[in-house]
């Protein structure tokens, strides 16, 4: 078996409520979906139980009625896992991982800025990647704001 | 009267050094350059330079005062320049010398970089307030050697006159091979003295942008750097003086052509160091300054006493 | 310490050190650095959204500028995530052809960045010899893809050019002049006693501050972190080369300019075995304009470290999202870690160890914001109409170009 394959039985054996949410896209390649509540528990096995350790970046993403964050995380090997999950658009925040991972405080203000998400614990510091005085309430990543 | 406004205005003053140096500027960026595979600049460029920066204008920040501001540039300019009427010996008559014109020409050497210091202060800016402290901090590292290899020289001449330092090596022209450790001290201090690589600390492009000529411009920065250019001349004259009298017997016209040759190939030599080092960090220069250089020059002075005692009754 | 004493100072967003606008305001007690905060932003270009729409083909083009150095970096990236999705098989001489590209271009940037490291510290000959000789891969480049950056070399399915016997001799020739070049650099770099002065020692950042901020590239491997896209997870030909992954352990500049000087040696040889097992074959495949439905992420071993880009697509021509991570945004908490109690003068080389590209790193949004006290948003179309007037009023007249 593949340790793909490996990866992905020992995490449904963890966790049984995986089932069915893990994809094998391609060699090297695991695609996860897990819900919010049920992710710190996941990713912290996942970064420290199967080494999961480099944190490549946080993709975020508009999906009509909520919004979706990829945790784009890497072992040394090779394998890459995309952990996916999903909150509601109005007033739900996930929590930072920048105090483990402090290269992920600027993707997180890239979530904030771009996407309007919430993402609690964030520590202080200037904003980024957009001006100071780009006007409240403006996300250009959403998919209802339009450079026209 | 006529002759001593004729010295300062034409020759060898004001005219004559501003010319020169401007000479020595090409000739420093040339080889510089064609040593890092360049082309390097036609021969009138640091004229063009110069008169360009003439033309330009200045603008003197909010809060700098602007007559210290727009003052120091001509102090700078005035006291490099002074200092030339001393130094420049092509024959065994002296323009002007007195017992103790060394002492003078060295100090006159120190009100540049005093000038360079008050400018960049006065400018609030910070870039140039780094700078002038750098600047600072680096005279005193640099100063002590270059004052102790040209005076362990005038020691073995027993004369502080340049004219008679020169006239004794002139005469005694073995006496000068004592000397090679305090030649390589002040060429070395003097590379500090005049902000060349790898001493351009106190004006490190890419840390402090300009240093202490970062609010400087049109005029103000032409007389600064043809200030920063005499001053080459003059450290050039002054060790040529000193280490390498040669020609003053030949006549005035070859004795001169002599000492031009003297003076590019000690910027040539300037040239060359700087071509081949990094700059150093501020910490690394005072602690190369004052564990190497002055000891080595304390050994010249050791050198030239024992010399003295043995040789030279 | 009294507060007297401390002062900060801004180091751009234009400084001399930086080749391009950012922010760092540095907190100095005489000359030690107390702390640094950076700002970044300065270059943002909308390139994500701008990608939602366009088509694909448009959005490897724009890709490509996310950067002026690394543009195959990018756009290989990005075509190999959509090839993903499309289940496109890439011919294999295409493959080695992007290879090929992508360790030329590896040559360039090294070359660049040793001559910039040679200016930080003061030392302009390096950077006038590096770029002399750099010259050389950048005419190879020119030769091979028709232009000096921005190569446009790739397509969806394959690359666009392909390469004859004539320009393989050039390149061969090319690598030689160059492998003499760098030994000759390898020993400037590890005995010249000012460089060692000013690398040596300086932004040290540890193995484990490595691993724990996530460092990559060079940076990272100078910190012995053992890790390069390239063999880890093999793209385009490298899993047919053999190479090997250069470390060290000084953990500082120093061992991160052994680490770009001898990768430019092992670069030398991919482009021997490349050009040497070059397949026969078409370049490219068909691909279909619209993509359908999917996610990829293509990992790439760039000059500067590993970049990552994310496509979604949603069947129709156009991307649902990219996302594009430069290899620069994930080394910029190290930066602010090493520059922690160093001194002043270290600051440019520190900085510049890392081989920022800040256009890179601030890739996302377009600064639509002309006017600063209005604070309004200006499209890209009032962008464009405002540039045309600009230029109309300056008598040259772009409007009749259509976009």
Redesign the interface.
Same mark, same amino acid.
């Given at each position: 078996m593949s340790m793909e394959e490996n990866i992905k039985e020992g995490l449904v054996k963890n966790f049984s409520f995986l089932e069915n949410k893990i994809q094998v896209q391609r060699p090297r390649r695991l695609l996860l979906d897990v819900d919010l509540e049920r992710f710190e528990e996941v990713f912290e096995y996942l970064t420290k139980g199967l080494k999961f350790g480099h944190l490549i970046a946080i993709t975020g993403l508009d999906e009509q009625d909520k919004l979706s964050f990829i945790y784009h995380m890497a072992q040394d090997g090779g394998i890459m896992i995309n952990i996916k999950t999903s909150v509601p658009k109005d007033n739900f925040a996930i929590k930072t991982i920048s105090g483990r991972f402090p290269s992920a405080e600027v993707y997180e203000r890239e979530l904030v800025d771009l996407l309007g998400a919430k993402v609690e614990g964030l520590p202080e510091g200037s904003r980024y990647p957009l001006v100071d005085d780009w006007p409240k309430g403006q996300f250009p990543l959403r998919k209802d704001w339009k450079t026209k | 009267m006529i002759s001593a406004l004729f010295a300062i205005l034409v020759f060898p003053g004001i005219l004559f050094v501003s010319a020169f140096s401007l000479a020595a500027e090409f000739a420093d960026r040339k080889i510089h350059a064609r040593l890092q595979n360049r082309v390097g600049p036609p021969w009138f460029q640091p004229l063009a330079d110069f008169i360009k920066l003439l033309g330009k204008a200045e603008l003197i920040p909010t809060n700098a005062r602007p007559l210290i501001f727009s003052i120091t540039p001509v102090f700078a300019l005035a006291s490099a320049i002074t200092a030339y009427l001393y130094v420049p010996l092509w024959t065994k008559d002296a323009l002007f010398s007195f017992n103790g014109d060394v002492i003078v020409v060295l100090y006159l050497l120190t009100i540049p970089t005093m000038a360079f210091f008050i400018g960049g202060w006065y400018s609030t800016s910070l870039y140039a307030k780094i700078g002038s402290v750098r600047l600072m901090t680096q005279l005193f590292a640099y100063e002590v050697p270059l004052f102790i290899g040209i005076l362990s020289g005038a020691l073995l001449a027993d004369t502080w006159s340049l004219y008679g330092i020169a006239l004794f090596y002139h005469n005694n022209p073995m006496f000068r091979f004592f000397n090679i450790i305090g030649f390589a001290v002040s060429l070395i201090a003097l590379m500090g003295k005049l902000e060349k690589v790898p001493f351009d600390i106190p004006e490190a492009e890419t840390e402090i942008v300009a240093g202490v000529c970062t609010e400087y411009s049109g005029k103000f920065l032409a007389l600064f750097r043809l200030a920063l250019d005499v001053e080459m001349v003059v450290g050039a004259s002054l060790l040529a003086a000193v280490y390498l009298p040669s020609g003053m017997s030949l006549g005035p016209i070859a004795g001169f052509a002599v000492y031009i040759v003297e003076i590019f190939f000690i910027v040539a030599l300037i040239s060359l160091l700087r071509t081949v080092f990094a700059r150093l960090r501020i910490d690394q220069m005072v602690s190369f300054c004052w564990k190497y250089m002055a000891p080595l020059g304390i050994a010249q002075l050791l050198i030239n006493l024992i010399v003295k005692a043995v040789l030279i009754k | 310490m009294s507060d007297k004493n401390k002062?900060k100072?801004?180091i751009g967003p234009q400084?001399?050190?930086l080749k391009e606008p950012e922010s760092f305001s540095v907190a !100095?007690k005489g /000359?030690k650095i107390l702390g640094v905060?950076i700002? !970044?932003?300065y270059n943002?270009r %909308?390139v *994500?959204?701008?990608c939602e /729409?366009r088509t694909y083909i448009q959005d490897m083009y724009l890709v490509e500028r996310v950067c002026g150095i690394c543009s195959h970096s990018h756009s290989t990236c990005f075509v190999q995530a959509v090839e /993903?999705i499309a289940g496109l098989q890439v011919p294999r001489r295409a493959l080695y052809i992007r290879t090929l590209v992508s360790e030329l271009e590896r040559i360039h940037s090294h070359l660049l960045w040793l001559g910039v490291a %040679?200016?930080?510290? %003061?030392?302009?000959? $390096?950077l006038?010899?590096t770029w #002399?000789d750099r010259e050389v891969v950048m005419d190879i480049l020119a030769e091979l893809t028709g232009n000096r950056v921005n190569y446009g070399m790739n397509t969806i399915g394959g690359v666009r050019r392909d390469i004859n016997p004539d320009q393989i001799k050039k390149v061969l020739k090319g690598m030689d002049i160059l492998e003499e070049r760098t030994k000759y650099y390898i020993e400037v770099a590890s005995k010249?006693t000012? +460089?060692i002065?000013?690398l040596l020692g300086v932004g040290i950042l540890s193995h484990e501050d490595a !691993?724990? $901020?996530?460092a990559v590239g060079p940076t990272a491997r100078a910190s012995n972190v053992? #890790?390069d +896209?390239r063999?880890?997870?093999?793209y385009a030909a490298y899993s047919e080369v053999s190479f090997n992954v250069i470390t060290d352990d000084h953990n500082d500049i120093y061992g991160r300019t052994l680490v770009r000087v001898k990768e430019l040696m092992e670069a030398y040889k991919i482009v021997r075995q490349v050009l040497k097992d070059m397949p026969d074959g078409p370049i490219t495949v068909k691909a279909p304009r619209k993509i359908p439905a999917g *996610? &990829? =992420?293509s990992?790439y071993e760039a000059p500067r470290g *590993?970049d990552?880009h994310?496509v979604?697509s949603n069947g129709t021509e156009k991307p649902e999202?990219v996302?594009i #991570?430069a290899p620069t $945004? &994930?080394n910029?908490?190290a930066v602010k870690h090493m520059l922690k109690d160093r001194? $002043? &003068?270290?600051?440019?080389i520190v900085i510049a160890a890392i081989d920022p590209c800040f256009s890179c790193t601030?890739r !996302?949004?377009?600064?639509n914001?002309l006017d600063?006290t209005k604070?309004e948003?200006v =499209?890209?179309?009032g962008l464009r109409d405002y540039s045309i007037k600009w230029y109309k009023e300056k008598g040259i007249d772009f409007s009749k170009v259509e976009i």
């Open positions: - | - | 002062f100072i801004p400084h001399p050190a !100095l /000359e905060d700002r !970044l932003g943002h %909308g *994500e959204k701008a /729409e /993903e %040679g200016h930080e510290i %003061g030392f302009d000959t $390096l006038m010899y #002399r010249e000012t +460089v002065k000013r !691993l724990r $901020l996530d053992n #890790r +896209v063999r880890d997870d093999p *996610e &990829a =992420t990992r *590993e990552m994310y979604k999202r996302k #991570r $945004l &994930a910029i908490q001194f $002043l &003068a270290d600051m440019p601030d !996302l949004i377009s600064i914001d600063r604070s948003i =499209t890209w179309e």
